[in-house]
């Protein structure tokens, strides 16, 4: 099992900036891909970005290129998201989420490909 809690959620104007942290534990981090998902009410739950195991490769969706930017300290068992230039659009409930790729080092952004799911962190992001 892999337990995920995520914090830095919150409300800003449209312009500000967010960081959001995906705290990891109960096997080996860094086994694992590891990627942030969102929802927005009355939509399906979308992929963000994600970061392979090592940390040398990234994805992110079309929307959020250049703004957002997704790390990993393997040494914290921790990923974060990075979001810059928010706007009204990109308020959702943010998830983080693992997916067992070792040895590979892979970057997956399939949602059904992740086993592990944290609860979700509220951003607003007022206009």
């Known amino acids: 099992q892999v337990q995920l809690v995520e914090s830095g959620g919150g409300f800003v104007q449209a312009g500000g900036s967010l960081r959001l942290s995906c705290a990891a534990s109960?096997?080996?981090?860094?086994?694992?891909?590891m990627g942030w998902f969102r929802q927005a009410p009355g939509k399906e739950r979308e992929f963000v970005a994600a970061?392979?195991?090592?940390?040398?490769?990234?994805q992110y969706t079309d929307s959020v290129k250049g703004r957002f930017f997704i790390s990993r300290d393997n040494a914290k068992n921790t990923v974060y998201l990075q979001m810059n230039s928010l706007k009204p659009v990109d308020a959702a409930v943010y998830y983080c989420?693992?997916?067992?790729?070792?040895?590979?080092?892979?970057?997956?952004?399939?949602?059904?490909?992740?086993?592990?799911w944290g609860q979700g962190n509220q951003v607003t992001v007022s206009s």
């Open positions: 970061i392979s195991r090592s940390g040398s490769k990234t």
């Open positions: 989420a693992a997916r067992e790729t070792y040895p590979r080092d892979e970057v997956p952004w399939l949602r059904g490909s992740y086993r592990y």
């Open positions: 109960g096997r080996t981090f860094i086994n694992y891909a």
